[in-house]
């Protein structure tokens, strides 16, 4: 069964073969294989050990630390050029060479908050905006443009599409919703939709990973209008827990998730694993990718996550 018919006609018909769910999960690995031939053999050592149903490459080329102490400091901010993006790139096509006629090939992308995050820390960048958004939106403006460099490269490379994260809306972020909406969705937007262009299937991920500071979401609805075929989340919305057929209508496609990142999943044995899928399953609705709802810790079992690509797959 080719993965690469399995994913697009559950995106254009929403059809799955009998008795099959594709099943996908993510997690960086350590500091020795995330560039050149070493990061290559890990990915496809990875897509092999856990026969996941496409290739998700990590992204692992973040952006630089600047000195950004006063909010002035953002006119000196420089973005990565080109060149910057070259060593992600070089894997990005070797892996694109090697796996692309086995399944769809996705990268990894995060959003202009989370890069310019990186260069500040994101409280800083947070405040900086609370004190003066307008002064910090030459800064999204150049950290797009340099973002928009790596998805061009990316798709030239050969690429499916992209797993594009967002941050920024939780719910103790900002005090309130419409510094995410005014300052920082608008950003996402402009990488998003020129993927939406250029690609077939991608994922949209609405990341909690900071949940412990930052809380989670109170509402999916601001993230709706944002494209890709796919959406990934913490179902866990507004102190409610909503089913992956819930999220799949509130946004018009398919749902990717059923489990917790860091529930049995990384911390069980591999019978317990395939237990836990098989009760996601039995409670599914609809169509639908099996996931985490989001990345993996770096020491999950390698089996258990076999466990529940097979449990998945009907294996």
């Not at 990316?154 to 909406?181: L, W």
């Not at 999916?220 to 089913?243: A, H, R």
Request: net charge negative.
């Amino acid at each position: 069964m080719n993965r690469r018919d399995v994913i697009f006609d559950l995106v254009d018909s929403g059809r799955l073969p009998e008795g099959y769910v594709p099943a996908a999960f993510f997690l960086h690995f350590g500091a020795d294989f995330r560039f050149g031939p070493a990061a290559v053999e890990k990915h496809k050592e990875y897509f092999r050990a856990t026969d996941m149903d496409f290739v998700k490459i990590q992204y692992e080329r973040n952006f630089p630390k600047q000195t950004i102490e006063a909010l002035s400091d953002w006119d000196k901010f420089v973005a990565p050029d080109r060149e910057f993006y070259a060593p992600m790139v070089e894997v990005v096509s070797s892996l694109v060479h090697e796996l692309k006629d086995e399944a769809p090939i996705i990268v990894t992308l995060y959003s202009p908050f989370m890069c310019l995050g990186d260069v500040a820390t994101k409280p800083k960048l947070v405040e900086h905006i609370l004190e003066d958004a307008d002064a910090v939106t030459p800064a999204f403006e150049t950290a797009t443009e340099s973002l928009l460099l790596f998805v061009d490269a990316c798709i030239k490379a050969g690429v499916d599409g992209f797993y594009h994260s967002t941050q920024g809306g939780e719910t103790n972020r900002f005090p309130d919703p419409i510094y995410f909406e005014k300052y920082i969705k608008p950003w996402d937007l402009v990488v998003m939709n020129e993927i939406a262009k250029r690609c077939c299937f991608s994922i949209l991920h609405v990341c909690d990973y900071h949940k412990a500071d930052c809380g989670g979401y109170a509402d999916l609805t601001p993230y709706v209008e944002y494209p890709g075929q796919m959406v990934n989340c913490n179902p866990d919305i507004g102190g409610k827990t909503l089913t992956g057929q819930q999220i799949s209508n509130i946004f018009g496609r398919p749902y990717m998730g059923g489990l917790d990142r860091m529930g049995v999943l990384s911390t069980g044995s591999p019978d317990e694993v395939r237990d836990e899928v098989r009760r996601v399953l039995h409670r599914a609705e609809g169509p639908f990718i099996l996931g985490a709802d989001c990345t993996v810790p770096g020491d999950t079992p390698w089996a258990n996550l076999r466990a529940a690509v097979d449990t998945a797959h009907g294996r």
